[in-house]
């Protein structure tokens, strides 16, 4: 179980993240494309001072042999996968993908966003096979 520090800190980085989210798109509204959401938000992470990584490729095992590489749009504060999607409505398909990358890739939260809607959508992922290291979060990613 992780400590209320590093819940508190989570908290906020996802609070961090969403705001960026809301501000893009606040200002640019639907109807882009994927590409152009994920680069106005890289923006305003680093205006917010959030430690990123912009597709990062991750390593998919099955029962202990690696079987593919898959690049998440996100991976901030090297804690949180932040998958993005530009669709008019979030289907079970994509939160069911997100899930399956948070876990994959093991981080803790996972955040999928949708900038297609015509209100902004997020969806708060949980690895509930989550185990850190004792003591050590995951760094897993240089930047």
Known sequence: MSSNFEEMELDEITYKVNGCAMKV???????????????????????????????????IYYDGIQVGIRRADFVVEKRIIVELKAVINLEDAHLAQAKNY???????????????????????????????????????FVY
């Open 25 to 59: 798109h606040n200002t640019l509204g639907n109807g882009f494309q994927e590409v152009i959401y994920q680069r106005c938000l890289a923006i305003e992470m680093e205006r917010a001072g959030l430690g990123f990584g912009r597709e990062i490729e991750q390593t």
């Open 102 to 140: 948070v876990v994959a890739y093991d981080f803790p939260i996972g955040l999928l966003i949708n900038f297609g809607a015509v209100s902004l959508q997020f969806k708060k992922i949980f690895n509930p096979k989550y185990n850190p290291p004792s003591g050590i979060k995951n760094q897993r």
